[in-house]
C-alpha cells in the first residue's frame, strides 16, 4: 500500500485556489488520492435555487460496520490583500518550521493528515474489520446549503450508517492537544425592523420615532439573563451587531430604524424557544409605543452536545500519549458541519492550533503536522483493535 506524505499532500491541496464555493478541482484531485487507496469514491454536486453549487465527496473503504468517517473540508475564506502576505498563498512555502498558505491551517493540513494516516494504517493492516469514510466538503466557509448538510441527507436516503466521525477542524487554542470539540453552541441571527412614522423633528407628535423603540428592544434583549451555563457549556450569550438608521437630515425624525444581533445559546434552548420570548418582547413594546416590527431568523445551527463514550475517551487517550497533554472536553467557539453529521452519527472535533485561521501568512507548524498525522493513524489502530 502506497504511503502519502502529509506535507506533500498539504503543500498540493493549498495550491488549489479553493474559495468558497470554487472548486477549482481540488475534489478531483483528492478523488484521485482515495481511489489509489482503494475508495470507493463519489463526487456530489447540490444546487439550490439562489445559492452558488457546490461540489462534495463521499468516499468509502470496505462495506462493513463500524464506519469510522473523517470529515471536514478544502474550501478557503479568501487571502485578502495579497501584498500582505510573505509569500503568495496559493504557492505555498516553509519558513522557520511552519507551512504557510490559505488553508494551511483550516483545514487543509487536517485533510491532508487523514490521508496520509489511512494510508499508514492500510501499509499496517491489510484486513480491517469495517469500513473507513471520508465526508470533505467545498461549502463550510459558505452559506453551508449545498455542503454537508445535503451530503448528510444523501447518506440517510441511502441508509449509509455511520458509527462514529471525527471532524479536522482547528481546535486546540494555543498546542496540539489541548482541547477536544464535542459539541458547539447553537447560532441565531435576528435582524429586525422597527417601522415608525417619519415627521419634523420639532413636532415629535406627529409622528412616531423608531429609533425609542429600537432603543429599548435592545436594551433588554441584551439584558437577558438565559441561562447560568451548563457542565458542558458556557451561558447563553447575545450581541447586538448592527444598528441602523438611515436619516439624510437631522431636523427629521426617522421613517424606520434595523438592527442585528446574534446568540449563541446552549442546549438548555432550542431556536423556537428564542424565538418565541424575543417575539414576546418585540409585541410588548412596539405595542407600547404603537409602532410595528419586521423580524427576520437565520439559524445557522442548533445546540448538540455528543456525550462522552469509549470511543471519545480512546482519542484523548492517544492524543495524550502523543502530545503529553490530555485534551479538555469542550463546547467553545463558533459552529462546525458537526452540526450537520451529529444527526446521523456521534463525533468530536480534533484538528490543529487555530492561531492563524482565516489571516494573513495562514501556517501550520511542521511538528504538528507530524503529530496529527500520527494521532489520526493510533485512532484507526484503537478503534480497528
Not at 118 to 130: A, M, R, V
Not at 177 to 184: A, D, F, L, S, V
Not at 292 to 302: C, H, L, N, Q
Request: aromatic letters at 8%.
Amino acid at each position: 500500500m502506497q504511503k502519502i506524505n502529509e506535507l506533500k499532500l498539504a503543500k498540493e491541496l493549498i495550491r488549489f485556489p479553493s474559495i468558497t464555493p470554487i472548486d477549482a478541482g481540488v475534489m478531483k484531485f483528492l478523488e484521485k488520492k482515495l481511489k489509489k487507496l482503494g475508495f470507493k469514491t463519489k463526487i456530489l454536486e447540490f444546487k439550490e435555487k439562489g445559492f452558488s453549487p457546490v461540489k462534495n465527496l463521499y468516499a468509502r473503504l470496505g462495506s462493513k460496520s463500524p464506519n469510522f468517517m473523517f470529515a471536514g473540508h478544502v474550501d478557503i475564506v479568501p487571502p485578502g490583500n495579497m501584498k500582505d502576505w510573505t509569500v503568495n498563498p496559493f504557492k505555498p512555502s516553509i519558513k522557520n518550521g511552519h507551512l504557510i498558505g490559505r488553508g494551511a491551517n483550516d483545514m487543509k493540513s487536517s485533510v491532508a493528515a487523514f490521508v496520509s494516516a489511512i494510508g499508514t494504517f492500510l501499509s499496517k493492516n491489510k484486513k480491517i474489520n469495517g469500513s473507513i469514510s471520508f465526508l470533505i466538503t467545498g461549502d463550510e466557509e459558505g452559506d453551508a446549503v449545498n455542503g454537508t448538510k445535503k451530503v448528510v441527507e444523501y447518506l440517510k436516503k441511502r441508509k449509509e450508517k455511520i458509527n462514529f466521525c471525527l471532524v479536522g477542524e482547528p481546535t486546540n487554542p494555543n498546542k496540539l492537544g489541548e482541547m477536544i470539540k464535542i459539541g458547539r453552541r447553537g447560532s441565531i441571527t435576528g435582524k429586525i425592523k422597527i417601522i415608525g412614522e417619519q415627521c419634523h423633528v420639532a413636532y415629535q407628535h406627529r409622528g412616531n420615532n423608531p429609533s425609542t423603540t429600537i432603543v429599548q428592544i435592545l436594551k433588554e434583549i441584551k439584558d437577558i439573563k438565559f441561562d447560568k451555563g451548563t457542565k458542558h457549556f458556557q451561558p447563553t450569550n447575545l450581541e447586538v451587531t448592527k444598528i441602523n438608521i438611515k436619516n439624510d437630515a437631522d431636523n427629521v425624525i426617522p421613517g424606520s430604524a434595523e438592527a442585528t444581533f446574534n446568540i449563541r445559546f446552549n442546549n438548555r434552548h432550542s431556536s423556537n424557544s428564542i424565538k418565541r420570548r424575543l417575539n414576546k418582547i418585540f409585541k410588548k413594546i412596539t405595542k407600547k409605543n404603537k409602532s410595528k416590527f419586521k423580524i427576520d431568523y437565520r439559524v445557522s445551527g442548533e445546540a448538540f452536545l455528543t456525550k462522552p463514550n469509549k470511543t471519545t475517551f480512546m482519542i484523548q487517550n492517544v492524543i495524550k500519549k502523543i502530545t503529553k497533554l490530555k485534551p479538555k472536553l469542550s463546547t467553545t467557539g463558533g459552529t462546525s458541519d458537526l452540526r450537520f453529521i451529529r444527526k446521523i452519527s456521534p463525533g468530536l472535533e480534533f484538528g490543529l492550533v487555530g492561531k492563524t485561521m482565516h489571516k494573513v501568512d495562514e501556517a501550520v507548524s511542521l511538528k504538528d503536522l507530524k503529530n496529527l498525522t500520527k494521532i489520526y493513524e493510533n485512532i484507526l489502530q484503537n478503534y480497528f483493535k
